[in-house]
Structure formats: structure tokens, C-alpha cells
């Protein structure tokens, strides 16, 4: 009687375990609540669906994780903490079409700085090639390092200056992101 009963007090826990493991969900894409970077632990601050073309088709949901939770777009963008981007795609999407929302997101959030990042951004296009439906893009900001890009999980390298970083994470925090309800979601407002 006394294992049957650990048992059930260990499922018990091992479930409410597995509710809190993912956090976060929109559009069916499942998020865990924190990640752990170079060892440090960063919690999902908010998800948000990217929409495109007249038709408001789904693109990608975004996760953003911070080291400390925040819904002030203008102090995440000032402070230069270790954060994370995932981006899991909904729609195939081409090469050239990812440079080209590479590049007007730079031309949107780094404005008067945009010379100072033309090498950078050139070696974040060389990287892209086109993914499909269930991949993820994700960008890890680590203080000091720079901003590190991995497909899937497997890392395609890094790209140095937290100049960078700060423009990087204003496409989608900046005053002008790629879709508002993007930014408030990010920023912990509701998914949609």
C-alpha cells in the first residue's frame, strides 16, 4: 500500500512538473517557462504570432526570454542583459524572402547606425537559407559576446557588439516592429 501510494504522489508531481515545463503556447507551439544560457536562467517574458501579406498569413511565433521579465520595450533595448529570441516557423519561407525581412528590420530599428552594422548584417544574410514549417531560428544575446544564431538548435555562429544586439532585438521591440500585436506580445501582452 505504501509504494502504491509514492506512486501516485510521484505521478502527481511528475505531472504538474510536466504543465509548468511549457509555459507558454500560441497557435499550438508549445514554449518551456525558462531557459538556461551559458548558466544563466532566462524566463519567457512573452509569444507573439508574426503575420504577413494582405492575408494575414502566420508566419512564425515568437518567444522572447529575459533575465528579468518586463513589458517596457525601452528598457530591455537600453540594458545590454543576456536575453533570447526564438523564432518557430508556421509557413516555409524562402532565403531571399528572410534576407529581405533581415534587412528592412535593420533599416527600421537601427535608422542613423545602419553603416556601422552593413558588415554584420551581411554575415547574419550569409547564414539564411530557407526553412520550413516546424523549424526554429533561434538568437541568443550573451553580454559580451554578441548575439549567437543556431537552426534547430544547432549553432551557425556569432555575431560580435552588443550595437548589434540592441538593433537586433528593436526589429521586434523597436517603435516600429514588424506587427504590433508581435511587440505586445513579447512583451507579455496576449498572444494573437
Known amino acids: ?11 502527481a508531481a511528475l505531472a504538474m512538473a510536466g504543465g509548468a515545463v511549457h509555459a507558454g503556447q500560441c ?3 508549445s514554449f518551456p517557462d525558462q531557459v538556461t544560457v551559458h548558466g544563466q536562467v532566462l524566463a519567457l517574458n512573452g509569444l507573439g504570432i508574426r503575420k504577413a501579406t494582405f492575408f494575414r498569413i502566420k508566419v512564425y511565433v515568437g518567444a522572447l526570454y529575459l533575465a528579468h521579465r518586463s513589458s517596457d520595450a525601452a528598457a530591455i533595448l537600453r540594458h545590454d542583459e543576456s536575453s533570447e529570441i526564438a523564432l518557430h516557423f508556421l509557413w516555409h519561407v524562402t532565403t531571399g524572402e528572410l534576407r529581405d525581412a533581415w534587412r528592412e528590420g535593420f533599416a527600421r530599428s537601427a535608422q542613423g547606425r545602419l553603416a556601422q552594422l552593413r558588415s554584420r548584417i551581411a554575415l547574419l544574410d550569409g547564414w539564411m537559407h530557407g526553412v520550413d514549417s516546424g523549424q526554429t531560428m533561434t ?6 559576446q554578441g548575439i549567437e544564431y543556431l537552426l534547430d538548435g544547432v549553432k551557425q555562429g556569432t555575431i560580435p557588439g552588443a550595437d548589434f544586439a540592441r538593433a537586433f532585438l ?9 506587427g504590433k500585436a508581435l511587440k505586445a506580445g513579447l512583451l507579455g501582452g496576449r498572444c494573437r
Open 139 to 144: 538568437f541568443v544575446h550573451t553580454r559580451g
Open 27 to 29: 497557435d499550438g507551439v
Open 1 to 11: 500500500m505504501r509504494i502504491r501510494l509514492e506512486c501516485v504522489v510521484l505521478a
Open 170 to 178: 528593436g526589429i521586434w521591440l523597436g517603435a516600429r516592429p514588424p
